[in-house]
């Protein structure tokens, strides 16, 4: 026995990079546009000075008026530090048994890394040749299932109808369902969760709220699956989010007209860079989310492409992974960023 054996050692997830000198950043899916006016305000005239306090434990400002907007009741609502602390609650919270927890093989990299630190076993599913989740994978026996929907990094998304099927078949276990890119396409299931008591939905503030920077996620279930996470979050830290980002929260969700706003545009960058990849004939995945998932033409190595690009200031995502090395995620930023994208690309490849 060594000091070195008592040590919880772990391959971490590692997050996309924060460059310090001004680059074209695409590579974290963050909004290109600031956060809501109403957010800005409500910082503006923040008490700071009662930064002596702790922050409201509970939360109520921010669980209230999610759920007055969402139209469920506050007890079926958590909210966390990000939607990754919510998602690491949820794997240590609902994934308790010996069974294997169930994910697709190319999904958000965080899941197998929350499964290892706290020890669960796990068993991936692979998507079809499409990059689609086959509902009849995760029928097995098993601990949980997690599903990004829209899933990461492919921007794909699955019927509500499949995502249904799944839930309704494993009543026996806790099917989380990732949401984080909802907001800009998709079905959302949430309003399944009145009829399954086994169904947990996570949303983030973090791509269409644009308030990455102030981490702010949250999740909606039954009564009696919020209350078990709460007990876990009570016992691991009570204090999650500060007092300035359940303000700044409160505020986003109070700004439909801005929100939709930033959405729409987003999506309409979306699609005028698909088209515009596709004309050089790149493969582009059909997107649900605020990136792209594209692969350059023949002849062409992403790998390179995501270097070439790196070197000219302009921070794609390249994920060096079985089946989709030859594909890079491309964050939408304004229609001004992408086109010195697009000019870039056609400058690198020649086109
Ligand atoms: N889920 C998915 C699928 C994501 O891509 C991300 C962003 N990295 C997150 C959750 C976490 O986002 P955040 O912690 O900023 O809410």
Same mark, same amino acid.
């Given at each position: =026995?060594?000091?070195?054996?008592?040590?919880?050692?772990?391959?971490? /997830?590692?997050?996309?990079?924060?460059?310090?000198?001004?680059?074209?950043?695409? $590579?974290?899916?963050?909004?290109?546009?600031?956060?809501?006016?109403?957010?800005?305000?409500?910082?503006?005239?923040?008490?700071?000075?009662?930064?002596?306090?702790?922050?409201?434990?509970?939360?109520?400002?921010?669980? @209230?008026?999610?759920?007055?907007? /969402?139209?469920?009741?506050?007890?079926?609502?958590?909210?966390?530090?990000?939607?990754?602390?919510?998602?690491?609650?949820?794997f240590?919270?609902f994934f308790a048994g010996?069974?294997?927890v169930?994910?697709?093989?190319?999904?958000?990299?965080?899941?197998?890394?929350?499964a290892?630190?706290y020890?669960i076993?796990?068993?991936? #599913? !692979?998507?079809?040749?499409?990059?689609?989740?086959?509902?009849? @994978?995760?029928?097995?026996?098993?601990g949980g299932?997690?599903?990004? $929907?829209?899933?990461?990094?492919?921007?794909?998304?699955?019927?509500? @109808?499949?995502?249904? !099927?799944?839930?309704? $078949?494993?009543?026996?276990?806790v099917?989380?369902?990732?949401?984080?890119?909802?907001?800009?396409?998709?079905?959302?299931?949430?309003?399944?969760?009145?009829? /399954?008591?086994?169904?947990?939905?996570?949303?983030? =503030?973090?791509?269409?709220?644009?308030?990455?920077?102030?981490?702010?996620? /949250?999740?909606?279930?039954?009564?009696?699956?919020? +209350?078990?996470?709460?007990?876990?979050?009570?016992?691991?830290?009570?204090?999650?989010?500060?007092?300035?980002?359940? *303000?700044?929260? +409160? *505020?986003?969700?109070?700004?439909?007209?801005?929100?939709? !706003?930033?959405?729409?545009?987003?999506?309409?960058?979306?699609? #005028?860079?698909?088209? !515009?990849?596709?004309?050089?004939?790149?493969?582009?995945?059909?997107?649900?989310?605020?990136?792209?998932?594209?692969?350059?033409?023949?002849?062409?190595?992403?790998?390179?492409?995501?270097?070439?690009?790196? $070197?000219?200031?302009?921070?794609?995502?390249?994920?060096?992974?079985?089946?989709?090395?030859?594909?890079?995620?491309?964050?939408?930023?304004?229609?001004?960023? =992408?086109?010195?994208?697009?000019?870039?690309? +056609?400058?690198?490849?020649?086109?």
């Amino acid at each position: =026995m060594s000091l070195e054996d008592n040590i919880r050692k772990v391959v971490p /997830y590692i997050p996309g990079e924060q460059p310090r000198n001004k680059v074209l950043k695409l $590579n974290t899916n963050e909004c290109p546009y600031p956060p809501s006016p109403k957010v800005l305000n409500e910082m503006h005239s923040f008490d700071w000075k009662g930064l002596r306090l702790y922050p409201d434990p509970e939360m109520s400002d921010l669980i @209230d008026s999610l759920a007055s907007y /969402y139209g469920v009741k506050p007890t079926e609502v958590f909210a966390g530090t990000g939607s990754d602390d919510v998602l690491s609650m949820c794997f240590l919270t609902f994934f308790a048994g010996d069974k294997p927890v169930l994910f697709p093989d190319i999904t958000y990299s965080f899941y197998d890394v929350w499964a290892e630190v706290y020890r669960i076993p796990y068993i991936t #599913k !692979e998507l079809d040749k499409d990059f689609r989740i086959r509902a009849e @994978d995760y029928m097995g026996e098993n601990g949980g299932i997690v599903i990004a $929907n829209p899933n990461a990094p492919t921007g794909i998304s699955s019927g509500r @109808d499949l995502l249904e !099927e799944i839930i309704k $078949n494993n009543r026996d276990s806790v099917v989380v369902v990732d949401e984080a890119y909802i907001d800009f396409g998709g079905e959302s299931v949430l309003p399944l969760i009145e009829d /399954y008591d086994n169904l947990i939905v996570v949303r983030t =503030m973090s791509k269409s709220r644009a308030l990455a920077g102030m981490r702010i996620g /949250y999740c909606f279930g039954c009564e009696k699956l919020i +209350k078990y996470l709460n007990d876990v979050k009570y016992s691991v830290n009570s204090y999650t989010l500060n007092s300035p980002s359940i *303000a700044a929260g +409160k *505020a986003a969700v109070e700004d439909e007209e801005y929100f939709r !706003e930033i959405v729409g545009k987003t999506v309409a960058t979306r699609q #005028k860079t698909a088209e !515009e990849l596709k004309e050089l004939g790149w493969d582009v995945l059909p997107s649900d989310t605020n990136f792209l998932f594209a692969s350059p033409p023949a002849g062409y190595d992403a790998g390179t492409i995501f270097e070439e690009l790196k $070197n000219r200031g302009i921070y794609v995502r390249h994920f060096n992974k079985k089946r989709i090395t030859d594909h890079l995620r491309i964050s939408m930023g304004t229609d001004e960023q =992408m086109s010195i994208f697009i000019s870039t690309i +056609k400058e690198i490849t020649g086109k």
